[in-house]
Nanobody, 127 residues
Framework: QVQLVESGGGLVQAGGSLRLSCAAS????????MGWFRQAPGKEREFVAT????????RYADSVKGRFTLSRDNAENTVYLQMNSLKPEDTAVYYC????????????????????WGQGTQVTVSS
């Protein structure tokens, strides 16, 4: 079992930046590929970004590519999502997720790959 706690959300103007953090506890963090998803009001949850166990492999949704950067610190059991040039359409609840995997290069945009989820943090971008 691993527990995930997101932080760093808030209200920001369009063009601004936020950095989300996801702190993990309970198991060996480096055994998990990590992902970020988001859910806007009235919409289904969607993939944002994912990073492999070692941090050497990443994938981004087209809608955030070039604006968002994912990183992880396995010594601190934390994954970060740096969000720049934010747009109103980035407004959503952002969820961190963990996938226990033996594959050090695994990255996935599929929700059913992830075993554990955080409670989410709200990001609101005003125009």
């Amino acid at each position: 079992q691993v527990q995930l706690v997101e932080s760093g959300g808030g209200l920001v103007q369009a063009g601004g930046s936020l950095r989300l953090s996801c702190a993990a506890s309970g198991r060996t963090f480096s055994n998990y590929a990590m992902g970020w998803f988001r859910q806007a009001p009235g919409k289904e949850r969607e993939f944002v970004a994912t990073i492999s166990r070692s941090g050497g492999n990443m994938r981004y949704a087209d809608s955030v590519k070039g604006r968002f950067t994912l990183s992880r610190d396995n010594a601190e059991n934390t994954v970060y999502l740096q969000m720049n040039s934010l747009k109103p359409e980035d407004t959503a609840v952002y969820y961190c997720a963990a996938s226990l995997t033996a594959n050090p290069l695994l990255v996935s945009s599929m929700e059913n790959v992830y075993h554990y989820w955080g409670q989410g943090t709200q990001v609101t971008v005003s125009s």
